[in-house]
């Protein structure tokens, strides 16, 4: 398993984005993709 997560310090949390099984060394773009997208979400709330 892999996971994909960011330290906010401002607010003292840390935020998990994405969990998934993990089969090849290269991330697939799908997940950064989405995390991308669910941290700018977070950061603009």
Do not use: H
């Not at 935020?15 to 950061?43: A, G, H, M, W």
């Amino acid at each position: 398993m892999s996971a994909i997560a960011r330290l906010d310090s401002m607010s003292d949390v840390i935020i998990i984005v994405e969990v998934f099984s993990k089969k090849t060394v290269r991330t697939p773009k799908r997940i950064v993709d989405l995390c991308q997208n669910r941290l700018r979400e977070y950061d603009n709330a």
